[in-house]
Every structure is written in C-alpha cells, then in structure tokens.
C-alpha cells in the first residue's frame, strides 16, 4: 500500500488483506495514495464491525446475523453524533427488515461489504451507525460483548465441561446407591421417575429416625425435584436435588442395603410374578381335590391384587 493507514485501532491480517485488495482497484482506477488512505482510513471501522458480525465468514451478512447484531446493542436511545442529527432532527424508526433492505443494495438477499461500507454512513442509518458506535471498544474496533459463533460454541463446551464434572462429584457425593437407586425407582425404565413411580417409593420408605424435616406432599417433593418442570425426574435432577430433600435421602439410605437398592423394594413385574405364582399354587390345590370358602376367597383376593397391580403398569 503506497501509504499507511493510519489509525489506533489494531488490523488484523485479514483487514490487512481486504485493504490492500481495495487499494489496489482504487489505485488502479487513478486515485492518488492520500485520497484512498483517507477513504480507507475512514472504512476500516466498517470493515473491522463487518468481519465480526459476519458470523459465518461468507463475505455478507444474512438478515439472521444482522438480527444477533442488534440484540447485543444497548438497549437505549443512541447518541446523536458530533454536530448533531443530519437533517436536524432524529432519523426515523426502521424494523430490521427495513434496515436490511436499505444495506442490501443489489437485493441479493445479502449485505456485501461494499453494501455494509458504503449504506452504513447513509443519513438514514444515522441512528444504527450511532447506537453501534456507543457499543464499540475503542481498543479493539468491536462490539462489547458480541461473541463470534465460535467464541459463543467454545463457551457453551466449557459450560457443558463444568457441568459434567458438577455431576460427577455429586455422583460421588450422593454414592453409587443414588444411580441404583434411581434405576430401581424407574420402574418402567424411561430414563426418568414418574409422580406414580416416585409416590409408589415414599410409601415403602421408613421415617428417618435421627433427620427432622418439614412434611412434604408428593406435589412439593416432585417440584424441588424436577428442575425442568417437564413432570418428571431425569438421572441428572435427582443427583443434585436429592441434597435439598434431607429427610427423603435420609429415607433411602436408611433402607438402602449392601447392592445398593432399597431394601424389600420390588419391581412391579416382580411383584406380578410373585403374585402369579402364588395364584398357581393356590389354583393347583383347587386341582388336587382341595376345596373351600377360605381357599376360594384366597384365590380371588391373589386375582384382585394381580389386576390392581396391572391397572398401575
């Protein structure tokens, strides 16, 4: 480039490559070095805003990206600019698409950076290029706290990292009777406790004898458990809420034995068989020769418990 540019802000390698493109068609078309210094002195600011909200690095900005722009800026009227408001008063107010299509000359559906350079320093985006130039770090160019989708990715991973070893520590917290647990509540095995699964636990779980705690309905107990709100209980939720709910903890580890699973806590199709072999026996007898009211009514009592336990499943 026949003269520096001069400004405080730093350029990147790539602004560096996209200025030096422009001054050579410039300098080709005749302008002298200090025209097009002091035109892409003036540029630069655009050039380096549009690279960062160019999120995708396709070359234009989408509406989408245009959008994401604008959430990030303050929420407040923009400054007028030194000398105030071109036309004396404050441009009028433009909806995004409206701003959209006034950048988007060709109508291409995309704001080129040649559109973004030259549209931005309209009269009529007076206001836009105002509440962005409130939002700018002067030592970097860019909007304050406006992330790239990569920034915003690798921040999420990190979130996800921190959270998986939140989860571990409070597995090894809880022990690994709190996954058994979970599993053997899980009675028709979805991944998550149902209000029915978890009321069917409550009623076989012992009064702690040492904690002492506000009584709780199954209601309330659901909520502080399910964080989501979705109406049931994920592996995750109960690990880390199970702490809130001292005398249900107290509860299961009271009657939690050496395999880690509550004690005396059957699944529902072990209890069906249990009760289908019982029936067995009882209807064998019948075979047998054996005979009776009390026999009778034993086998019926065995059919109402089998079909109540069914109408549960």
């Not at 036309?87 to 698409?97: E, Q």
């Not at 095995?189 to 009584?215: A, F, Y």
Request: glycine share 8%.
């Amino acid at each position: 480039m026949g003269g520096a540019v001069s400004l405080s802000t730093p350029i990147s390698g790539n602004n560096q490559k996209i200025l030096a493109e422009k001054y050579k068609v410039k300098s080709e078309a005749g302008m002298d070095d200090e025209s097009i210094n002091r035109e892409l002195s003036e540029a630069l600011p655009s050039i380096i805003l549009f690279n960062q909200v160019d999120c995708d690095h396709s070359g234009s900005v989408s509406l989408k990206e245009l959008k994401r722009m604008l959430k990030s800026l303050p929420r407040k009227k923009p400054t007028p600019p030194e000398g105030g408001w071109p036309g004396g008063s404050p441009p009028p107010y433009m909806t995004v698409d409206e701003m959209f299509e006034k950048l988007d000359t060709n109508k291409d559906g995309a704001i080129s950076m040649d559109e973004w350079i030259d549209n931005i320093a309209m009269d009529e985006m007076a206001g836009l290029k105002a509440a962005i130039k409130g939002a700018l770090d002067p030592t970097t160019g860019k909007i304050v706290g406006y992330q790239s989708l990569e920034a915003r990715l690798g921040e999420l991973m990190e979130e996800r990292a921190k959270i998986d070893k939140q989860i571990e520590s409070i597995k090894k917290a809880v022990g690994s009777a709190g996954v058994v647990v979970f599993k053997q509540i899980d009675l028709d095995k979805s991944g998550t406790i149902e209000k029915k699964e978890l009321l069917r636990v409550l009623k076989q779980l012992p009064k702690p004898k040492e904690i002492k705690g506000p009584r709780m309905s199954i209601e309330e107990i659901m909520a502080a458990l399910d964080v989501d709100g979705d109406g049931t209980i994920n592996e995750e939720e109960w690990l880390a809420k199970l702490e809130v709910i001292p005398t249900l903890k107290a509860s299961i580890e009271e009657a939690v034995g050496p395999d880690g699973k509550i004690k005396g806590y059957r699944s529902l199709e072990n209890q069906l068989w249990k009760l289908g072999e019982d029936l067995k026996k009882l209807e064998q007898r019948v075979e047998d020769g054996e005979d009776g009211p009390a026999l009778l009514a034993e086998i019926e009592k065995k059919k109402q418990s089998i079909k109540k336990l069914e109408d549960k499943g």
